[in-house]
Nanobody
């Protein structure tokens, strides 16, 4: 069974940076990975995605230029480097596995438990 575990969240001030990690067990070879986030009272929204070999990436407009997704196949880990954080980035961040390079939540079949990111102004 696939298990995904996020880490690296925390409380930071606006303008600071965090790097999130998503460690995977089980099969991820040839699967794509993505990051979504969910703020209180809101739907889960797409943040970034990456192909299994790191060859292609996709970003939500709200994070483009600030966030970078990367993948380490040896460590079976996907990362989200978040720079210039804004209060509106505050959310629980989830990583997921998908058969597609996708922005669509339902195309992801496994999810981690999430890690909290809080950005104060």
């Amino acid at each position: 069974q696939v298990q995904l575990v996020e880490s690296g969240g925390g409380l930071v001030q606006a303008g600071e940076s965090l790097r999130l990690s998503c460690a995977a067990s089980g099969r991820t070879f040839l699967y794509n990975m993505g990051w979504f986030r969910q703020a209180p009272g809101k739907e889960r929204e797409f943040v970034a995605a990456i192909t299994w070999n790191g060859g292609s990436t996709d970003y939500a407009d709200s994070v483009k230029g600030r966030f970078t997704i990367s993948i380490d196949n040896v460590k079976n880990t996907v990362y989200l480097q978040m720079n210039s954080l804004k209060p509106e980035d505050t959310a629980v961040y989830y990583c997921g596995r998908s058969a597609y390079l996708s922005r669509v939540e339902y195309q992801y079949d496994y999810w981690g438990q999430g890690t909290q990111v809080t950005v104060s102004s």
